[in-house]
């Protein structure tokens, strides 16, 4: 969408498309994951002065600060699995859904760019990330999701015997 993150968050009530991924695109989201957070224990490590022997603890520390509790419901019917999740404050350029048959992995990370109207850079950013085992098998091919109003809505058929 033109004119960035701000213009988008301002876009309430229109409906948007965030990214979805599957096949090899879930494990280039897992590699993504697993550097956010690697790269937050690291920043962790360096403000206790480079001390060694933390390093679990950092990265539990760092998961933490990225795993925030999301508001996920899921509903299914004989054709589909709907599951709805609220993401406050993101953009849909800033989600991404892996979907794979028996599960989905939600990540949102905002732009690390500062909005034009900020002078300020922004070192680390708040991210969610969620995964979720789905009730059934669903094709990942043949799913769909949108964002409005910070609630993300994900349809996704289910693969019928």
């Given amino acids: 969408m033109k004119g960035g993150r701000h213009a988008a968050l301002q876009a309430e009530g229109e409906a948007q498309r965030p990214k979805i991924v599957f096949g ?3 494990a280039d989201l897992s590699a993504k994951i697993r550097e956010a957070i690697a790269h937050r224990a690291y920043e962790l490590f360096e403000a206790r002065g480079y001390v060694h022997g933390h390093d679990y603890a950092d990265w539990f520390q760092a998961e933490s600060e990225l795993v ?6 899921t509903w299914q019917s004989d054709q589909e699995v709907i599951v709805t999740a609220e993401v406050p404050g993101f953009c849909p350029e ?3 859904i892996a979907v794979e ?3 989905i992995i939600i990540w949102c990370r905002p732009d690390p760019k500062p909005l034009p109207s900020s002078p ?3 070192r680390t950013s ?3 990330w969620h995964t979720l085992k789905l009730p059934a098998e669903v094709d990942p091919s043949k799913a ?5 109003g910070g609630l993300l809505k994900l ?3 289910k693969v019928l015997p």
Avoid: F, I
Avoid at 68 to 73: A, E, G, Y
Avoid at 144 to 148: I, Q, T
């Fill in 94 to 96: 800033e989600v991404t």
């Fill in 144 to 148: 769909a999701a949108r964002l409005s």
């Fill in 120 to 122: 300020y850079p922004v």
């Fill in 68 to 73: 925030h509790p999301q508001s996920v419901k």
């Fill in 101 to 103: 048959p028996d599960r």
């Fill in 155 to 157: 349809e996704m058929r």
């Fill in 24 to 26: 090899n695109g879930v």
């Fill in 126 to 128: 708040v991210a969610l």
